[in-house]
């Protein structure tokens, strides 16, 4: 459940009025309600009971530090993808022994600071990145956890870049490797076999796909073991998908609304009894949701600057752009708008653009739009995964604020960026 709603035509994140949070603190401005991810937090962690298991955070959905700190104490870990990440999940003090690190292009340097760190294990993504990790270790007199990230060839139907689990993408090694590699960690010095991990790709909305990969994997588990490997752990991705079509209904939603594609409980309810049936039960089960996490619970505030009718089309020209949200540019991604403070009028089809030097900066196209004018508030919904780190600072534009809304009260958990620091070296 995310926790926006109307109350007498104003929109509200949980206790407060969405148009009094952006007159302190400007717009563009990203919002988060603190009680919609800690629910989704504990909703998907509840579902994973049955079975010993850790639920890792995939930070590149949002990695505001008071978030990590928030899913830290609730018990979280993290899937970290770069250095950066890494010291993120530390300095918000998720421990190591509840960090896997992924990509398909660590660094080296970034190999030893997992290393060091002590992180419960690298997904590796190829034989060249295994070879490295083992060296890199050896130089070190130490051994590297390691789980290899199998490609399995199946396709989710997503949007293509956000799908991963294809043979033709770039993630993961060969299922017809495994048995080989299996072989070659038992054999090297320096690195230990710790798991394995698959990660199909994003914005998963179907269920099938979740016992399918408990299938696979329980299958390799078993050839990795026989082969004389102890496995840790079973990593078996991110992907559950969030609602981004009606995710609010318009003056209706006084009451919090769904804001998971699945219910959590289904997901491990087909995932667990294909994944499970021949381990021990000291195999802990990792899920590493992203988007699930906080997608719902972040909507981006942005003020309408002009509108227009060119050639007989609306344009609403709106302060975010791309630079601030690039989903929509990036994928043709849907979000909802709307309204902060609902104004009776005609809705009419039109664009929502923002400023940004590109035809390709819009937030919607040929959408059914409330009633607006020059200075009103709109609400883009389900902005609270990929939305504020994937912004950029484009056309020297400062990224947004962020303030996390807890109940009654509000927590500027990033002020905007300074103009100051786009040309500080
Ligand atoms: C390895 C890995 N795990 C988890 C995730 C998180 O995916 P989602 O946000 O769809 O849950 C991603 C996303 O790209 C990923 O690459």
Redesign the pocket.
Known sequence: MHHFTYRQNQLFCEELPVAAIAAQHGTPLYLYSRRTYRENFQRIDQAFAPWPHQI?F?L??NSNPQILRDFAELGCGA?V?SVGELQLALQAGIPPQRIVF??VGKRDDEIIAGIEAGIRGF?VESEAELAVINELAGRRKKIAPVSL?LNPDIDIHGHPY?S?GRAADK?GIELNRAHALFAEIRDSRHVRMVGL?A?L????TDLWPFPKIGEVLANLAQAARAAGNHLDYI?V?????AIYERAMKIAADTEPAPDLALPPAEIANTLLPALTRDLPKDCTVIF??????V?GCGILITQVLYTKITRGKFFAVVDAGMTDLIRPSLYNAYHQIVPVIQRPGEWQSGDVVGPICESGDFLAKDRELPPMQRGDLLAVMTAG??GFSLSSNYNARPRPAEVIVDGATMLLSRPRQKLETLWAT
């Open positions: 890792c995939a590149k959905a899937d993808v992924a990509g997904n990230r956000i991963t993630f991990h990660h790709g994003s914005q998963i990593d991705g991110g992907g559950l998908g590493e949701p992203g988007r699930a996490l997608a995964a990929y």
